[in-house]
């Protein structure tokens, strides 16, 4: 373990949503390493015991639970038993996502649906069950919500994932305005295109290639670059911080994106149609 990452956690319970992989289990090793307790959940159970398992061979404290954070019992069976036990809960990282590419005019419902229910309503539970046991112990704390930056720069064939993480932004800022008389902080962090299990079969196509050309920083996003961001937003040292989103996207965002190769020929023109159109998307949680 880095020994300059320890101690600003020391003490405090966190919970990492979507913990199974990818950035949150990144997020889930650096919370431990700066010393918090954490308790990884996830619909992948599996998934989250390797990663708690992984952590605690390395001395770190670290608890998994199988969660789907779209069922309402669920949620309050996770307060209730694995987090009641911890007696505490200083930071939620509510990482949980999914995402799906597609043409606007072929989104089935359902997908569109999905969307709304993992994204945005699952991280409400999240957030509401989190923001509660805060404040009833009255000692404060973090929220952090994966957002992405298809939140602030919409992306063609992504209709459903930015609007559903664009709603999730306005959701931190509502958030952070009403728990600031608890000292509870609430922030998001929003991913660029990230190299994890979400996106390994989008930039197996070339895809990638294309990010690292037009993000400024000359590469696509690592789950540790986010990692890092949240336990910034975690610790103390962000005590005055709320409300934000922050940018972790290598300055891609500040770029007209065309990296997708999209073809916006007009509908008359042969083969109009985009090509990715059943690739999880990037910029997620997991």
């Known amino acids: 373990m880095d020994s300059s990452r320890h101690g600003r956690l020391d003490g405090r319970v966190a919970l990492v949503t979507g913990g199974a992989g990818g950035i949150g289990a990144a997020s889930a090793l650096r ?4 010393g918090a307790t954490v308790v990884i959940a996830d619909r992948d159970a599996e998934g989250a015991e390797r990663v708690a398992a992984s952590l605690r061979a390395k001395g770190l404290p670290a608890d998994a639970v199988a969660l789907d954070q779209t069922d309402p019992a669920q949620v309050a069976a996770m307060f209730d038993g694995p987090l009641a036990a911890h007696d505490r809960l200083d930071v939620c990282f509510a990482n949980a996502g999914w995402g799906r590419v597609g043409a606007f005019l072929d989104v089935p ?81 929003m991913p660029g295109v990230t190299a994890t299990g979400m996106t390994r079969e989008m930039l197996a196509t070339g895809i990638g290639e294309l990010i690292e ?44 994106p065309r990296w997708f190769g999209t073809d916006y020929r007009r509908r008359g023109a042969p083969d109009w149609r985009l090509r990715h159109t059943a690739v999880d998307a990037p910029g997620g949680a997991s």
């Open 31 to 34: 919370l431990a390493e700066e």
């Open 109 to 189: 419902e359902t997908d569109w649906r999905r969307h709304v229910e993992i994204n945005l309503t699952g991280t409400f539970l999240v957030c509401q069950a989190a923001a509660r046991r805060m404040v009833e112990r009255g000692d404060g704390g973090s929220i952090i919500v994966n957002t992405s930056n298809g939140a602030v720069a919409p992306a063609a064939l992504f209709a459903a994932y930015c609007s559903t993480k664009a709603a999730l932004n306005m959701l931190v800022q509502v958030m952070a305005g009403e728990l600031g008389g608890y000292d509870i902080r609430v922030n998001a962090v």
């Open 213 to 256: 050309a037009e993000t400024p920083m000359g590469r696509v996003g690592r789950p540790e670059d986010v990692a890092a961001a949240v336990a910034y937003l975690a610790s103390d040292d962000s005590a005055y911080v709320t409300g934000t989103a922050q940018l972790v996207d290598g300055g891609a965002t500040h770029l007209v």
